[in-house]
Structure formats: structure tokens, C-alpha cells
Nanobody
């Protein structure tokens, strides 16, 4: 599967942004999906994951209550809605996919994923 992330940009602190990840292939609905981010000078970190059906999600503590991951299997797309953005959310955001029915809370490490998108830059100004 090939992944294409989009929707990044520059937003003021407290604002909102939605990033998307479009996937190729007919079996998108069989893949669990995740979002990771990498800030300058830092390692890539887990942000959120969603099950193949969309029925289960998992988040890193720092974004709980602010970010929402969702998917539209009919459109082969996964979304990350980001609200109440903070300057520390500034990073390149990557989407990832893995063919599994594991629950999203088991999919918080980069090593769990087989496919990665190219990333989209999100910058939050203070």
C-alpha cells in the first residue's frame, strides 16, 4: 500500500488543522493506521492509531482530548483532526499502515508498521 499525507500548514496556537492520509490499494479496510510525528532534533513519536474498522483508537497522553483520529474506508483515507494546537505540536506528521487486527493500543511503536507516507509539516506559531 502507498500512503500520501497532506493537509499540513501553519496555524496559530489554539487553532485547528486536519491532516489526511490517502492510501492506494483495494484492501485499505484491512489495515490498522497510525499517525506519528517528528519535531526538529527529536525522535519520531507515536500520536494516534486506529483499528482497521475504525471502531477502536489509541492516543498518546499529550494529545488526548485535543486530537481525533478517524478513517473513511470507502475513500481509503485516514484523518487526524487537531484542535487546541500548541507550539509543541509543531512537527512533521507521518501516517503509517500495518495489515493487522490488533487493537490500536498494541500499535504504538514504529516497528509495528510496514508502510509509511512521506510526511506533512505542521507548524504552530505562538
Amino acid at each position: 500500500v502507498q500512503l500520501q499525507a497532506s493537509g499540513g500548514g501553519v496555524v496559530q496556537a489554539g487553532g485547528s488543522l486536519r491532516v489526511s492520509c490517502a492510501a492506494s490499494g483495494r484492501t485499505f479496510s484491512s489495515y490498522a493506521m497510525g499517525w506519528f510525528r517528528q519535531a526538529p532534533g527529536k525522535e519520531r513519536e507515536f500520536v494516534a492509531s486506529i483499528s482497521w474498522s475504525g471502531g477502536s483508537t489509541s492516543y498518546v497522553d499529550s494529545v488526548k482530548g485535543r486530537f481525533t483520529i478517524s478513517r473513511d474506508n470507502a475513500k481509503n483515507t485516514v484523518f487526524l483532526q487537531m484542535n487546541s494546537l500548541k507550539p509543541e505540536d509543531t512537527a512533521i506528521y507521518f501516517c503509517a499502515a500495518v495489515l493487522t487486527h490488533l487493537f490500536p493500543n498494541r500499535l504504538q511503536r514504529q516497528e509495528e508498521y510496514d508502510y509509511w507516507g512521506q510526511g506533512t509539516q505542521v507548524t504552530v506559531s505562538s
